[in-house]
């Protein structure tokens, strides 16, 4: 899913992601901050590591794609040193042609895949055929549990595509009033400079649209913002409508509209999930944003007096692409494990997720086929303010281990898989991100989330805020300990980063509920954020680390 960034327009906050300003790198700074709790980096590499040796680590970040080319980047991207670039050849035998930065799942020969559905719309599709018009009275017992499934996906099909509709609408008329507003302002100032003092000269008197133009204006003034013409208002007004009108009119063309099939551009059999190869090498795709901006988090170069410095310092970013505007398929998320962690990624980065999924267990395999080769997977919890414990959010650590003879399974969890939710720049009641999806049993530990400053295409930097944000900030922390403690294992890595995490016992809201004040403990596994000072200092004395107990409270 895309990131929307700001609007300029206080009606708009309604209409698009509002994100919040704080100092650029705050998530860096002290975890004993009286306005922010940061991971504790600033000085680690002056003071805690100086002088120390550390390793070359790999991360791959499985994303909508990184722009490898950027200035603050560039440097520590992977290189496939056994792929002679452009040569049209399999130099490696991998199977991948000229992966030198890593891969893409979702292109083919003639381009790539941008918008996409979700997996709710996929699996409606697949049932529509055999339920839209069937006869329930004449259903076995069998296909009538499946309609039943069908019929919620239809539902949450129809109220999304009815939402987009409304989205649209409204859009239009926000718009419309909002350029009257600005309009009446102009026409009121009669050419003099758009100052606070011009404004307040203003008599709105009965005149509805004037006396809006004039509020919208204040509020833009008391939130910071220096006005400008009105012109360009009405340019940035115009500007900021059409990106929430692209992203209903997204919702309706594609994310929820089960005729459209976006594997006609891969060109693969998507039936046949054991299909591994397929693909190209555009490892930056036609939107980037997303994955540069979690790259930046990780490993964009320190101390080089551009953009910003990464958590990591001497790591290596894989960009393994399989996350369009829409959900993410299994099939490619399976293929993106497997390719980073036969290539060489010790830790791989995903700040994605969905609420369905077509089909679990071949991403199960793929984690297990990490866990095997020592590889740890650090994934965004999402941004639903939903308890993870209790609603479905994939992918995830659970699986069903197989039982015996008539033992049935139990449920367990990967040892190799960290679920991070998102921290807010406040130590008050707000500290948990408001959007943050959280779980006493599924989420394992907090970190920064909130108006992170990163890197993004062009050699640009913005703020972003999610758990795609605070994903990456802990695959920065693991990179340090693999880099500078490279015999230990993913899962020492895991349980140092818990165990070290600062303790949190204050109470919070509850993600997406301000009426309710819960311990901040009670919001993950760990109890903590995630510090790298402590995670270094335990790592130092790694017979102190216990396995953290992770209670499963899902059935």
């Known amino acids: 899913m895309k ?34 709790i940061g991971i504790s980096a600033a000085n680690l590499y002056s003071e805690l590591l100086k002088g120390r040796a550390s390793e070359t680590v790999i991360v791959a970040v499985i994303d909508s794609g990184v722009d490898v080319e ?35 799942f979702i292109g083919g020969p003639y381009g790539n895949v941008g918008p996409d559905t979700y997996e709710v719309t996929r699996l409606y599709g697949s049932l529509r055929y055999k339920y839209e018009n069937a006869d329930v009275t004449m259903l076995s017992k069998k296909d009538k549990k499946e309609y ?69 204006l204040l509020d833009f003034i008391a939130r910071g913002e220096e006005l400008i013409p009105i012109d360009s208002l009405k340019i940035l007004v115009k500007n900021d409508m059409a990106d929430a009108r692209e992203y209903y009119e997204n919702k309706i063309q594609y994310a929820y509209n089960p005729d459209f099939d976006s594997r006609k551009i891969v060109g693969d059999n998507y039936l046949d999930a054991t299909e591994k190869y397929y693909g190209n090498n555009d490892v930056e795709g036609p939107d980037a944003f997303h994955g540069t901006h979690v790259a930046g988090i990780i490993g964009a170069i320190r101390n080089n007096e551009l953009g910003i410095d990464g958590v990591a310092d001497n790591v290596r970013i894989m960009s393994v692409r399989a996350v369009p505007d829409g959900d993410e398929r299994d099939k490619d998320v399976a293929n993106a494990i497997r390719y980073a962690v036969d290539n060489g990624a010790s830790i791989i980065n995903m700040s994605f997720g969905k609420g369905f999924s077509w089909n679990e267990k071949i991403v199960e395999d793929a984690i297990k086929h990490a866990e095997k080769n020592d590889v740890l997977l650090v994934h965004a919890a999402g941004n639903s303010s939903q308890d993870n414990d209790v609603t479905d959010n994939f992918p995830n650590d659970l699986y069903k281990k197989k039982g015996f003879l008539f033992f049935k399974g139990k449920q367990k969890n990967f040892e190799n898989w960290l679920e991070i939710g998102a921290l807010s720049y406040q130590v008050d009641e707000n500290l948990a ?21 990163s890197t993004i295409p062009d050699d640009m930097y913005e703020p972003a805020q999610g758990t795609s944000m605070a994903a990456p900030v802990v695959a920065g922390v693991a990179a340090v300990l693999r880099s500078y403690f490279p015999s230990l294992s993913a899962v020492q890595v895991k349980n140092i980063i818990m165990e070290s995490s600062i303790k949190q016992t204050h109470e919070v809201f509850v993600p997406g509920d301000r009426s309710t004040l819960v311990p901040f403990s009670e919001l993950s596994v760990s109890g903590g954020v995630v510090n790298v000072e402590g995670a270094v200092k335990l790592a130092e004395k790694t017979k102190g680390v216990k396995k953290t107990k992770r209670k499963n409270n899902k059935a």
């Open 148 to 216: 039943e499934q069908f019929l919620v996906y239809k539902t949450e099909v129809d109220k999304e595509i009815e939402k987009a509709t409304k989205g649209l609408d409204r859009i239009a008329s926000t718009e419309d009033r909002l350029i009257s507003g600005l309009n009446a302002i102009e026409k009121a100032t009669k050419g003099k400079e758009l100052t606070l003092e011009t404004l307040q000269e203003i008599e709105s008197g009965d005149d509805a649209v004037l006396a809006m133009g004039k509020n919208i």
């Open 70 to 104: 950027h200035e603050d980047l560039q440097a520590n991207v992977w290189i496939n040193e056994d792929e002679i670039p452009d040569n049209g050849i399999d130099d490696d035998n991998n199977g991948y042609i000229d992966d030198v930065n890593g891969w893409n």
């Open 433 to 453: 991100a408001p959007f943050s999806n959280y779980g006493k049993g599924n989420v394992d530990v907090f970190a920064p989330g909130m108006a992170i400053y």
């Open 3 to 36: 990131i929307y960034s700001t609007t300029i327009i206080g009606v708009l906050l309604l209409l698009s992601t509002t994100i919040f300003t704080q100092e650029a790198g705050w998530h860096l700074g002290k975890a004993d901050s009286e306005s922010s």
